[in-house]
């Protein structure tokens, strides 16, 4: 069973299983039972349930009636910027979310293995020296979600300490690819540029061009998510990442080679967080050495395809809200 199903890593995350032969289940609030664009495709081939990850009894029915073996969860309110207009909801939904589920499970008691999806952004101010970040660096959260993010990891540390929940914790660093929603920078340049290429915009409106993200391809994320509910041992953090780092500068500049777009960018102010994390690059040597992780998918092979995406979409006159 896979909460968030109908997110980008949700949905890649189902169709990859699905592609391994797995029964897949997908919990999703009843208002959002509508909002499938993302499994649509695969829709025929899943199960969703109606389920509430703040009603802790719809979520230990949903284990009890369809007989979960296996919970990913990685529901959540993930989008940092709207963290810092709504730090109480976001705690809400992610902190006591999450510790509702881990108390279903407990209640539950037949999980084989649980997953949670944590998060760099937990790393939060990250010194120079400290890189490549590795699970033993500390936890210096910059923002209500990252906070959020370390209250939920060591929630699950402590559940699986107290009462067993055999619940592997991976901190995905940032990672894209098509479908990815478009409050997320790497959608913001793809859709921007695409719309440049096709003369529906002059230049691009972005924020902090100088942080620096380590970027992986959402197919090689779900991979290592798969990967740790194998192999991974329970109570333990693995950083799943590509080790190599871009700024967003170098994303709108390898955007516009692609698309042989010219280079105009303003920055929005309304686009800038209250605080920033300069630079997040990541270690995978645990992940490697523990079940064998390795990304295979280069950025620009991904931006390749999201680029793609995004032409595909504009053509088609689908229509986006960038929420700043």
Not at 278 to 296: C, D, I, N, Q, V
Request: with cysteine.
């Amino acid at each position: 069973m896979i909460t968030g199903i109908t997110g980008f890593a949700g949905s890649w995350l189902a169709q990859t299983l699905l592609g391994h032969g797995a029964k897949v289940y997908g919990m999703v609030r009843r208002h959002a039972v509508q909002n499938v664009e993302n499994i649509e495709h695969i829709l025929d081939k899943i199960t969703l349930i109606e389920g509430d990850l703040l009603d802790q009894n719809s979520v230990k029915q949903a284990l009890e009636k369809y007989e979960v073996t296996v919970l990913f969860h990685l529901a959540a309110q993930s989008y940092v910027p709207q963290s810092f207009k709504a730090p109480s909801e976001t705690y809400m939904t992610n902190v006591i979310g999450t510790a509702n589920v881990l108390e279903a499970a407990r209640m539950y008691g037949k999980l084989e293995k649980m997953h949670f999806a944590g998060s760099s952004e937990e790393y939060g101010l990250v010194k120079p020296e400290e890189t490549p970040i590795t699970e033993d660096n500390p936890l210096r959260p910059q923002s209500p979600y990252a906070v959020s993010k370390v209250a939920c990891d060591m929630a699950c540390y402590c559940h699986h300490k107290a009462y067993g929940i055999p619940v592997v914790i991976t901190r995905g660093f940032n990672h894209t690819g098509p479908r990815r929603g478009y409050t997320f920078v790497t959608s913001v340049i793809t859709r921007q540029a695409a719309e440049i290429k096709l003369g529906k915009r002059k230049r691009f409106e972005l924020g902090n061009l100088d942080a620096k993200r380590d970027f992986t391809d959402v197919r090689d994320i779900v991979k290592g998510y798969m990967l740790a509910v194998e192999k991974g041992a329970a109570g333990e953090v693995y950083n799943l990442c590509s080790g190599k780092a871009y700024s967003i500068s170098q994303v709108v500049d390898i955007a516009c080679e692609k698309l042989a777009i010219k280079r105009e960018v303003w920055q929005d102010p309304e686009r800038m967080r209250p605080s920033d994390v300069p630079l997040l690059l990541g270690s995978y040597a645990k992940a490697e050495k523990a079940f064998g992780f390795k990304p295979t998918i280069e950025f620009e092979d991904t931006l390749d395809d999201m680029l793609q995406w995004q032409l595909q979409n504009v053509k088609s006159g689908k229509k986006v809200r960038e929420v700043k």
